[in-house]
């Protein structure tokens, strides 16, 4: 098992940015794919950001992109999401996500289906 808790939310104005924490336990940090999901009240968990095991290889979706980066620690068993220029829209609670399967296709890291542990969520709120 692989337990993952996340930390960092909170609430901000428009414009600003937080950056949110997963920290990871149970199994090697290092052996697993992660990722970044949000929910928000009324809609479908949508994929945000993913990050292979080796932190080389990213993808986002285009909704955050060139606003949001994520990273990985592996000394610290913690994946990062930096949220710049945060907009009303992002407002959702956040996911993270892992698993230790290798897809060839990039686009099933961005199916909640394609992954095997989730945290509990942190709440992040955008105001206007």
């Known amino acids: 098992q692989v337990q993952l808790v996340e930390s960092g939310g909170g609430l901000v104005q428009a414009g600003g940015s937080l950056r949110l924490s997963c920290a990871a336990s149970?199994?090697?940090?290092?052996?697993?794919?992660m990722g970044w999901f949000r929910q928000a009240p009324g809609k479908e968990r949508e994929f945000v950001a993913a990050?292979?095991?080796?932190?080389?290889?990213?993808y986002y979706a285009d909704s955050v992109k060139g606003r949001f980066t994520i990273s990985r620690d592996n000394t610290k068993n913690t994946v990062y999401l930096q949220m710049n220029s945060l907009k009303p829209g992002d407002t959702a609670v956040y996911y993270c996500?892992?698993?230790?399967?290798?897809?060839?296709?990039?686009?099933?890291?961005?199916?909640?289906?394609?992954?095997?542990?989730w945290g509990q969520g942190t709440q992040v709120t955008v105001s206007s």
């Open positions: 990050i292979y095991w080796g932190g080389a290889v990213t």
């Open positions: 149970g199994r090697t940090f290092s052996s697993y794919h």
């Open positions: 996500a892992s698993t230790t399967r290798y897809y060839p296709q990039a686009a099933s890291y961005t199916q909640t289906r394609g992954y095997d542990y």
